[in-house]
T-cell receptor, first 115, second 118 residues
Framework: AQTVTQSQPEMSVQEAETVTLSCTYD???????LFWYKQPPSRQMILVIR??????QNATENRFSVNFQKAAKSFSLKISDSQLGDAAMYFC????????????FGGGTRVLVKP | DTGVSQDPRHKITKRGQNVTFRCDPI?????LYWYRQTLGQGPEFLTY????????KSRLLSDRFSAERPKGSFSTLEIQRTEQGDSAMYLC????????????????FGPGTRLTVL
């Protein structure tokens, strides 16, 4: 079975500091996309960042960056200069190109931001 | 902002009743997805439409569940004879037609319908 594992149920970070969320996945496919989604409390899920597996360069989006290690099947998210609005559940997900369009999600990591 | 909308946002029903949820995708998005999210878990894929064709169904989608997208625009998800185990957030997402050179595989999610089965 293809799975996504987020080993940290909850992470706490001081405002303006940096936090890193871990994600590992298990697939035998070589062509896929990886995503981090953010789900604020009682609000809809929004895309934070995406990475194409064939690209070695790590994706960045403003304060958000990833560390993609394809051989290790690891896809961690770094949030720099954390802000109060970053408090949310963060989900790691992937989509296998040859297996349709469904996303397979991890169990999520709750990020708490302390002022 | 014409994002993905879902109706109703909350539904409380008694075990054994039928319920129907509606999803309106972003205009001109031809792909539509349904996911289920139980408390404290990540979303799980249920089914996927491309235009009006239902192209993929998860094993999670038992015969009590049916989804339609009759005109390739909005979609409905019906659960018959609801059970307490059906209590969850039902999420809808949409994505546009792939265009060469443009990453269009991003799925845009709606706010979800929270179902509580008593």
């Amino acid at each position: 079975a293809q799975t996504v594992t987020q080993s940290q149920p909850e992470m706490s970070v001081q405002e303006a500091e940096t936090v890193t969320l871990s994600c590992t996945y298990d697939t035998s496919e070589s062509d896929y996309y990886l995503f981090w989604y953010k789900q604020p409390p009682s609000r809809q899920m929004i895309l934070v960042i995406r990475q194409e597996a064939y690209k070695q360069q790590n994706a960045t989006e403003n304060r958000f960056s990833v560390n993609f290690q394809k051989a290790a099947k690891s896809f961690s998210l770094k949030i720099s200069d954390s802000q109060l609005g970053d408090a949310a559940m963060y989900f790691c997900a992937y989509r296998i190109k040859a297996a349709g369009n469904k996303l397979t999600f991890g169990g999520g990591t709750r990020v708490l931001v302390k002022p | 902002d014409t994002g993905v909308s879902q109706d109703p946002r909350h539904k409380i029903t008694k075990r054994g009743q039928n319920v129907t949820f509606r999803c309106d995708p972003i205009s001109e998005h031809n792909r539509l997805y349904w996911y289920r999210q139980t408390l404290g878990q990540g979303p799980e894929f249920l089914t996927y439409f491309q235009n009006e064709a239902q192209l993929e169904k998860s094993r999670l989608l038992s015969d009590r569940f049916s989804a339609e997208r009759p005109k390739g625009s909005f979609s409905t998800l019906e659960i018959q004879r609801t059970e307490q185990g059906d209590s969850a957030m039902y999420l809808c997402a949409s994505s546009p037609w792939p265009v060469a050179g443009i990453p269009t595989d991003t799925q845009y999610f709606g706010p979800g319908t929270r179902l509580t089965v008593l």
